[in-house]
């Protein structure tokens, strides 16, 4: 059985990777961009794109020659509908794009992050996720990995005693072009515990009532969830993501790169770290994605179990991004996912480019 595949914008992560993230990333994130991880999976065809920039479908066309090219969805469905869509537009119009897609009949989607600027986007986008026999994948890759996976599970399994803190250390960065990365792991370091509120200070923020017009750098952070334990978003740098147990901590390093555990050995009042080994198992990066969208096409019960956890924390994970702007507009402090306003905009547009 062959899947046919499309590309919905076809820039960085629709289809060409820079040199620096190929130069740099560790081997569990590669192929990041939609067009490559499609064309890796044997059971699907790279069969068109979709761009309003010539200059990306002339591109699109020499690096995968017989690849068909549109100017927009309506055209590609007036001669094919893809099974499988990827959807790398930037976010000011990625909600309308999945939109169009699903009422077409596509059903299973790849989408980029952040998922939409609107709360009331994310309301209509609500009934796409939650129908029957509609499958969704996030850019936010990480919890796909193996190390990640491995890392989220030993903090569970009561080695290290119960969790109490999830820690993000991206770096001085803005909500939507990098923490929601952050808030993805977050949610997927909570192993479905409930949130309860966020809390957020940002930098500056360009406001007029509950239109946000850039994209605000997140000074701190914080998502609380109903047994207690936090996760925190701050400034510092080493691309880790950090879970503290009650008696050690179990952590990603470095993007990828390593996983440390520490924990108490003998009498030894101090915790000692150590590396452990990760067994990484092909597919690696978004390919990982296109194969869990592959299977829930075919049916698998697991990758069905799977994706309906994903498509719930996706949603979560952008309702949370607009709590945290909610509480930095209402001064800064803890607010419910119900205290957001239902007309919060964020256009996340900074220096001309959107994110």
């Given at each position: 059985?062959?899947?046919?595949?499309?590309?919905?914008?076809?820039?960085?992560?629709?289809?060409?990777?820079?040199?620096?993230?190929?130069?740099?990333?560790?081997?569990?994130?590669?192929?990041?961009?939609?067009?490559?991880?499609?064309?890796?999976?044997?059971?699907?065809?790279?069969?068109?794109?979709?761009?309003?920039?010539?200059?990306?479908?002339?591109?699109?066309?020499?690096?995968?020659?017989?690849?068909?090219?549109?100017?927009?969805?309506?055209?590609?469905?007036?001669?094919?509908?893809?099974?499988?869509?990827?959807?790398?537009?930037?976010?000011?119009?990625?909600?309308?794009?999945?939109?169009?897609?699903?009422?077409?009949?596509?059903?299973?989607?790849?989408?980029?992050?952040?998922?939409?600027?609107?709360?009331?986007?994310?309301?209509?986008?609500?009934s796409v996720f939650n129908s029957p026999a509609t499958y969704v994948t996030y850019g936010a890759l990480r919890r796909t990995f193996d190390i990640y996976q491995k890392a989220v599970a030993i903090a569970e399994s009561g080695r290290l005693g119960p969790l109490r803190e999830i820690r993000?250390?991206?770096?001085?960065?803005?909500?939507?072009?990098?923490?929601?990365?952050?808030?993805?792991?977050?949610?997927?370091?909570?192993?479905?515990?409930?949130?309860?509120?966020?809390?957020?200070?940002?930098?500056?923020?360009?406001?007029?009532?509950?239109?946000?017009?850039?994209?605000?750098?997140?000074?701190?952070?914080?998502?609380?969830?109903?047994?207690?334990?936090?996760?925190?978003?701050?400034?510092?740098?080493?691309?880790?993501?950090?879970?503290?147990?009650?008696?050690?901590?179990?952590?990603?390093?470095?993007?990828?790169?390593?996983?440390?555990?520490?924990?108490?050995?003998?009498?030894?009042?101090?915790?000692?770290?150590?590396?452990?080994?990760?067994?990484?198992?092909?597919?690696?990066?978004?390919?990982?994605?296109?194969?869990?969208?592959?299977?829930?096409?075919?049916?698998?019960?697991?990758?069905?179990?799977?994706?309906?956890?994903?498509?719930?924390?996706?949603?979560?994970?952008?309702?949370?991004?607009?709590?945290?702007?909610?509480?930095?507009?209402?001064?800064?402090?803890?607010?419910?996912?119900?205290?957001?306003?239902?007309?919060?905009?964020?256009?996340?547009?900074?220096?001309?480019?959107?994110?």
């Amino acid at each position: 059985m062959t899947f046919s595949a499309a590309v919905i914008g076809c820039g960085r992560m629709g289809a060409f990777t820079s040199e620096s993230v190929r130069r740099w990333s560790p081997e569990c994130w590669l192929p990041v961009s939609h067009a490559e991880a499609l064309d890796a999976h044997p059971e699907v065809k790279l069969a068109a794109a979709v761009d309003q920039s010539s200059d990306a479908l002339r591109r699109m066309a020499e690096a995968w020659p017989g690849i068909r090219t549109y100017t927009d969805i309506d055209e590609m469905a007036g001669e094919m509908l893809p099974a499988i869509a990827g959807v790398a537009t930037r976010t000011v119009g990625r909600a309308a794009a999945i939109q169009a897609l699903f009422h077409k009949g596509v059903r299973a989607l790849h989408i980029e992050k952040p998922l939409c600027n609107s709360m009331q986007e994310l309301a209509d986008l609500e009934s796409v996720f939650n129908s029957p026999a509609t499958y969704v994948t996030y850019g936010a890759l990480r919890r796909t990995f193996d190390i990640y996976q491995k890392a989220v599970a030993i903090a569970e399994s009561g080695r290290l005693g119960p969790l109490r803190e999830i820690r993000v250390n991206f770096g001085a960065a803005p909500l939507y072009w990098t923490q929601a990365h952050a808030i993805d792991l977050i949610l997927f370091g909570a192993s479905g515990r409930k949130v309860t509120e966020v809390q957020a200070s940002l930098g500056h923020v360009e406001a007029e009532g509950t239109v946000v017009h850039n994209d605000p750098m997140v000074q701190a952070a914080s998502v609380w969830f109903d047994d207690g334990v936090a996760g925190h978003i701050g400034r510092a740098p080493g691309l880790d993501f950090i879970l503290s147990c009650s008696d050690g901590e179990v952590a990603v390093r470095s993007d990828g790169r390593v996983l440390e555990v520490a924990e108490a050995v003998g009498d030894d009042p101090y915790l000692r770290r150590s590396h452990e080994d990760v067994d990484l198992r092909p597919p690696f990066g978004a390919a990982r994605c296109v194969t869990e969208l592959v299977d829930c096409l075919k049916g698998t019960p697991e990758a069905t179990a799977s994706n309906s956890v994903v498509r719930t924390e996706i949603l979560l994970g952008q309702k949370v991004a607009f709590g945290l702007v909610q509480s930095h507009l209402t001064g800064r402090g803890p607010v419910s996912l119900s205290e957001i306003d239902p007309n919060l905009t964020v256009w996340a547009n900074t220096g001309g480019r959107f994110a």
